[in-house]
Every structure is written in structure tokens, then in C-alpha cells.
């Protein structure tokens, strides 16, 4: 109908019908309910015993039922409902005509005495209806979606919503969020304290800075459910925006930038960053589900706090605000003019260096084990009930260098300027920070810069010149260890005959100082172990094998590792991200990042590029077998094994299963690293 009639049709054919109805009667209520809820709650519908209860037909006979039923509706009413038969449970309802029919019956019947609230709320209050039992749990289903459920492009709507497109009409058609608030809070108490109405109530109340009231929702909610990582996002998110008003306030300058003065906005702001702490602790131990969303918005609030407290007038106003705000925040140093104002606080906020610090590298390692390849090449993560971070590659990049930027300012503001020079007396913590600045921060950072390239080089060979001369004798720490291989593959993508590329023997030498025992490692490490050590053509059969066994047992753990990150979620939503694939150079030009295929599979939608690689099409490219090497093995019972490894069989992973041989047959296929291991893809059956 949307596409065969115009929308005049649909207006004249519902005015022809609803010429001489009786506005009062109680049939003429029922469409404006199935109406309400048409409109609003895709594929809903009433039943058959609901309608009669509200119309008040008594049944002696089941099988007159239905003529009984017809005999009791208007004419309108036989000309819009259409009539539903469950296949399984046989249950009749009745539902308009189509939703378009719906939406006009709506507005016309409505006209300009009432508005969508107020049968919104009639509905709610319509005890008949809700109290019925025979076919309760669809109803209730229906009514709880036209309160709460957001609308979603990916469930087949036309646009994303931040409440349900009920809520929004009374806030943005009608003008009239009070009204909003109220029938949520009607809907609460028809729904028995239902904690995810208190949720949408605080998620409203915020939108609208009413902050005291929506933190008493969101707290009730979280009584209800203290293990839901979604309603702890949203008591977080609460305490995130009235810090963002508090901050508003200040920079508006209607406050004062001084210690007392600020108390109040850094209290909200902790309070905020213990809520997402709280999320995070809660969304790591459900195994059903992926919400990664504290941990991003705890570097947000993080951030925002570093930033009110750089410039608090103790700091800003002084030459050596900078080292002062420092001293504060990473020794047991306070100034004078915080020690008392600020007395509740001083403990937590020296944490804050690490805490963000943690949430960053969490966030790297998540972004680092799966696709994030939706829209313009990134995916957005699995979004929590409030808000989502669209580009999470692009974000972390951002908010790393953001991160280090405050807690190194007055240094690496000198090192982004040509031909500056690095103060010879930095602690190694400056220098860290300043390698954050400079997006050298964590394994996600280095790699993003092979999309973005801009100014690429100089800044990769900025961050290597932070580490020291002789790192093998320096004794790094494993992810300082990561960051500096890392930095120097990825300029090695970039810029191959740069001088400041370390040789692969030296990288794989630094990789010793990596923990013996795999279980200490972190991910990425073992990632490097699999990579860095994957044996060269002009190895010997020794070498070969011992190099072999160094990623055998990497693998091993970081199989463990993947399954401990998948939790009980299937693959399909959640896939592996390959980084490099084997190419046919030597040394560190053996490593193909991905990024390098792009331009051989320009296609329009990231869907379409996906399939391309699953059936196989984009491998056939003659620029792929230029570039990557085509390595032998052989399938046994469904599974791949690599050609090589002597001592113990080497099981590859193949990347799309259904590409893997029924039958037992020797193969070739590119190798891919990933952080659950070496992964095989293009398998192909040797004739």
C-alpha cells in the first residue's frame, strides 16, 4: 500500500469510513486501540478474546463465537480489522488493515480534542484488557514495546531512536515531555515495578537534565537488577551528563574555576566513573552478552575530569601549572589550596592515571580480536541501552592521545614541531605519556595508522625515537615491549627503507623478555610470538621446528584467550579480525596488513565485500597472489593442517569453514594472523 497509494488515497478512504461513527461507542474505543498500537508496534495485534472482553460479550457457545463477535463490531470496524489465526495455537486476533490505514484512523479520530498520551494512557489504564488472561502475554508484550522499545534500522526500521517512537511523538510532536515522564511512570506501576521502565524514566529524566529525579529511577532500577550491566550503564550515564551540566557551568564562567567551586562537578564525576566501573565488572561476567560500553564511557568521563582539573586556576595561572597538575595527580604531592576542598577526593584521582590507563587497553585488546568493519569500514560495537560509539577504531585513537596529551602536554607539544628535541631528563612515564599523545599508546592506535596515514611516518619514527637506544638491555614491560615491535612493523608497511626499522632478528630477540610462562602473557604478545616467529624460507629444518613450537604453544593460549573474550555468543556475531596475512617477502616484508586489499575490493557495501572473500572471488585477484604467499597443507576429517611442522601436526583454523574439503585432500591456502592464531583462508584442493 506505502508504494501502490498515495497518501491522499489513504486519507480519503479513512475519512469515507469514518464518516457517521459513533465516536463514544465501546467498539469504536477497540480501534482506537488496535490503532495506537499498529502505529507504533510493528506486526502487533489484539485477540479475539481481549476484544470480546472489552466489548463485553458473554459466549454460551464456542461456535457461534465468531458470528457473535462480527455481529457485535460497526461497520467501520468489519472494514478495517483484519482477522489472524495462529497456526500453532490456533488463537484469532484482529489487527487494521495495514499500518499506513492505521496511522490516518488515528489522527482523524483523534482530531484535535485528544492526543496520542492521552489514549496511550487510556490503554494502560484499561484494566480489561490488561488483567485478561487468555492471550496476556502477547498483549502485555505490546504494550510494553509501544512504551520502551527504541526503533532500529537493523531490526527492519526506518531510523535509530533513543526511546520508543511513542515517547518520542509526546516529546517532540506534542511538545510535552512531562506527559512523557507520567505515562512511563503509569506504565512502572501497571507493570509491576518493572525495573526497565524505571530505566527508560532515568534515561528521559536526563535527556531533559531533570538529574536529582532521574538518579532516584535509575538507582530503583539498579536495586531490581545490581548484575545488569545495561541499567548500571544507564545509573552511570546519569551521573556522565549532570557532570557534563556541572562542567557547562563552569566553562560558561557562571562558576568560578576554583577548587571549592568545582568539589561538587569532580564528585559527580567519580561517582559517574564508579557506576561504569560497576558495568564493566557486571557485563565481563554475563556470558550471554557483549557490552563493552562502560569501559568507553569511563575513558569519556575520565578524560573530561583530566580536563577540569588541568585547568583549575592552582594550575592553569601558574608557569608551572602543567608539572604541578602532574605532581598531584601521580605522587603523593597536593597543593595547598586543594588539600581541604578536595580532601574526599585526593585518592581516587591519583588512581585515575591507571584506571584510565586500564579501560584504554581493555578496550584495544577488545577492538583487536574481532571485525569492526560495518558502514564506512568500522562496526559499531554491540551498543548499550544508551548511547553508541559509531567508529570505535577512530574514537580510541582519539581518546589515547587525548589521554596521554594531559598527562604530557608541555613536552609533546614540542616534539609535534620539526626539528624540536626531547629533553634528555623525562622520567619514563613522561615518555610513555608522550608516546600516547602521539598514538603510539596501545597495539589498535599504531595499526590505525595504515588507514589514516597522514603524517604517518614522522610520528611513527617520533614515538621509536621515545624508547630507549638499546631496548634489549632497557627491560621493558610487555605492553611497552608490544607497542615498540608493533610501531616498527606498521612503519615498515608504510615506509619499508626507513633506517629507523629494526631488523626482524632484533624484534624477535626483545620477544624473549616476554613472560616463559604463556599463561602470564597478554594477548597481543602472544599475537607477536605467531607472527615474529613464523619460520623463513631459508630457515634450516632445525630452525623450522623450534620456531614452530614457539607458536604451537602461543597458539595454544591464545585459544584459551579467545574463548574466555567469545563467552557463549555465536560466531556469526562476533568475528575474528585478520591483521596480516603471510606475503611472500622476507623478513618483516613477509607481513601484508589488510588494509593493503582495500583498494583490489572496492565494492559498495561491506556485506557485499565480506561475501566476495567468503566465496572466494576476491582472492582470484591476480594483485592477492602477487602479494601473498600460497603455503601447503592438507585436510583430515574436516580439519586443516598446516605442510612443515614435524614433531606435533599444526591444525589451522579455516576462516570460513564451509570452504574446508569433505573429503580428505591435500591443499594450498593463505595464511592469516589473528588474535586466536594463524588463520587459513582461500583453501583450494591441489589437482
Given at each position: 500500500m506505502s508504494e501502490e497509494f498515495t497518501e491522499d488515497y489513504v486519507q480519503q478512504f479513512v475519512e469515507h469510513l469514518l464518516q457517521d461513527i459513533d465516536r463514544r461507542s465501546v467498539v469504536t474505543r477497540l480501534i482506537h486501540y488496535v490503532a495506537l498500537l499498529n502505529t507504533y508496534v510493528q506486526n502487533s495485534f489484539i485477540s479475539q478474546s481481549h476484544c470480546e472482553a472489552l466489548l463485553a460479550l458473554t459466549m454460551y457457545m464456542e461456535r457461534f463465537r465468531h458470528h457473535e463477535f462480527e455481529r457485535s463490531l460497526s461497520d467501520q470496524a468489519k472494514l478495517v480489522f483484519l482477522h489472524l489465526r495462529d497456526d500453532k495455537t490456533h488463537i484469532e486476533s484482529i489487527r487494521i488493515i495495514h499500518p499506513l490505514v492505521a496511522k490516518e484512523i488515528l489522527q482523524q479520530l483523534l482530531g484535535d480534542q485528544q492526543t496520542h498520551s492521552s489514549l496511550a494512557m487510556d490503554l494502560l489504564c484499561e484494566s480489561v484488557l490488561f488483567e485478561h488472561r487468555f492471550g496476556r502475554e502477547e498483549y502485555l508484550s505490546f504494550l510494553r514495546a509501544l512504551f520502551i522499545r527504541r526503533s532500529r534500522i537493523s531490526k527492519g526500521d526506518e531510523y535509530d531512536s533513543f526511546f520508543s517512537p511513542l515517547i518520542e511523538h509526546v516529546c517532540e510532536i506534542e511538545k510535552n515531555p512531562d506527559k512523557a515522564i507520567e505515562l512511563l511512570k503509569e506504565a512502572f506501576e501497571c507493570f509491576h515495578k518493572d525495573p526497565f521502565f524505571a530505566q527508560q524514566l532515568a534515561r528521559l529524566l536526563y535527556t531533559y537534565e531533570k538529574?536529582?529525579?532521574?538518579?532516584?529511577?535509575?538507582?530503583?532500577?539498579?536495586?531490581?537488577?545490581?548484575?545488569?550491566?545495561?541499567?548500571?550503564?544507564?545509573?552511570?550515564?546519569?551521573?556522565?551528563?549532570?557532570?557534563q551540566a556541572k562542567c557547562k557551568a563552569i566553562d560558561n564562567g557562571s562558576i568560578r574555576n576554583t577548587a571549592q567551586n568545582t568539589a561538587d562537578a569532580v564528585e559527580t564525576a567519580l561517582k559517574a566513573l564508579e557506576c561504569f566501573q560497576e558495568c564493566e565488572r557486571a557485563a565481563d561476567a554475563d556470558m550471554e552478552n557483549v557490552n563493552s560500553?562502560?569501559?568507553?564511557?569511563?575513558?569519556?568521563?575520565?578524560?573530561?575530569?583530566?580536563?577540569?582539573?588541568?585547568?583549575?586556576?592552582?594550575?592553569?595561572?601558574?608557569?608551572?601549572?602543567?608539572?604541578?597538575?602532574?605532581?598531584?595527580?601521580?605522587t603523593d604531592y597536593i597543593p595547598e589550596e586543594l588539600e581541604d576542598a578536595w580532601e574526599p577526593f585526593h585518592g581516587r584521582l591519583k588512581k585515575l592515571h591507571k584506571t584510565l590507563q586500564d579501560a584504554l587497553e581493555w578496550i584495544s585488546e577488545d577492538l583487536s580480536y574481532f571485525q569492526t568493519d560495518i558502514g564506512a569500514d568500522e562496526e559499531e560495537i554491540r551498543e548499550s541501552p544508551e548511547e553508541k560509539i559509531s567508529h570505535p577504531l577512530t574514537w580510541l585513537s582519539k581518546k589515547s592521545s587525548e589521554y596521554g596529551k594531559y598527562f604530557s602536554e608541555a613536552y609533546s607539544t614540542a616534539l609535534l614541531h620539526p626539528g624540536e628535541s626531547i629533553p634528555n631528563n623525562l622520567t619514563p612515564l613522561q615518555k610513555r605519556m608522550i608516546i600516547?599523545?602521539?598514538?603510539?599508546?596501545?597495539?589498535?592506535?599504531?595499526?590505525?595508522?595504515?588507514?589514516?596515514?597522514?603524517?604517518?611516518?614522522?610520528?611513527?619514527?617520533?614515538?621509536?625515537?621515545?624508547?630507549?637506544?638499546?631496548?634489549?638491555?632497557a627491560k621493558f614491560g610487555q605492553r611497552d615491549i608490544v607497542n615498540y615491535i608493533v610501531a616498527h612493523i606498521t612503519l615498515n608497511c608504510l615506509s619499508p627503507q626507513v633506517p629507523k626499522v629494526a631488523p626482524l632478528k632484533t624484534l624477535q630477540a626483545l620477544c624473549h623478555q616476554f613472560p616463559a610462562d604463556k599463561k602470564k602473557c597478554v594477548p597481543s604478545a602472544l599475537f607477536l610470538l605467531t607472527l615474529l616467529f613464523w619460520p623463513e624460507d631459508n630457515d634450516t629444518d632445525h630452525e623450522k621446528e623450534n620456531k614452530y613450537e614457539i607458536v604451537q604453544s602461543a597458539v595454544e593460549h591464545m585459544e584459551k584467550g579467545y574463548w574466555t573474550k567469545m563467552k557463549d555468543i555465536p560466531q556469526r556475531k562476533r568475528r575474528l579480525y585478520t591483521h596480516f596475512f603471510l606475503g611472500n617477502g622476507n623478513g618483516l616484508d613477509k607481513f601484508v596488513h589488510k588494509k593493503?586489499?582495500?583498494?583490489?575490493?572496492?565494492?559498495?557495501?561491506?556485506?557485499?565485500?565480506?561475501?566476495?572473500?567468503?566465496?572466494g572471488e576476491a582472492w582470484k585477484k591476480p594483485e592477492i597472489a602477487e602479494m601473498l604467499k600460497c603455503v601447503s597443507g592438507w585436510t583430515e576429517d574436516g580439519v586443516v593442517y598446516l605442510e612443515g611442522p614435524q614433531k606435533k601436526k599444526f591444525s589451522i583454523l579455516p576462516l570460513h569453514v564451509p570452504s574446508v574439503p569433505h573429503s580428505n585432500e591435500n591443499i594450498t591456502f593463505y595464511l592469516g594472523f589473528t588474535f586466536r592464531g594463524p588463520v587459513a583462508c582461500n583453501i583450494v584442493v591441489k589437482k
Open positions: 538529574f536529582e529525579e532521574a538518579k532516584y529511577w535509575a538507582e530503583t532500577a539498579a536495586k531490581q537488577l545490581p548484575n545488569n550491566s545495561y541499567i548500571l550503564d544507564t545509573r552511570g550515564q546519569v551521573y556522565r551528563k549532570w557532570f560500553s562502560g569501559y568507553f564511557a569511563e575513558v569519556e568521563v575520565g578524560c573530561s575530569l583530566l580536563k577540569l582539573i588541568s585547568s583549575l586556576q592552582v594550575f592553569a595561572n601558574r608557569a608551572n601549572g602543567h608539572s604541578e597538575c602532574m605532581k598531584y595527580l601521580l600516547y599523545h602521539l598514538g603510539g599508546g596501545n597495539i589498535t592506535s599504531i595499526l590505525s595508522k595504515l588507514t589514516d596515514q597522514r603524517d604517518a611516518v614522522p610520528l611513527l619514527e617520533n614515538i621509536l625515537s621515545l624508547y630507549p637506544s638499546n631496548p634489549i638491555k593493503k586489499f582495500e583498494r583490489v575490493t572496492k565494492v559498495v557495501s561491506v556485506s557485499e565485500k565480506r561475501m566476495k572473500w567468503f566465496r
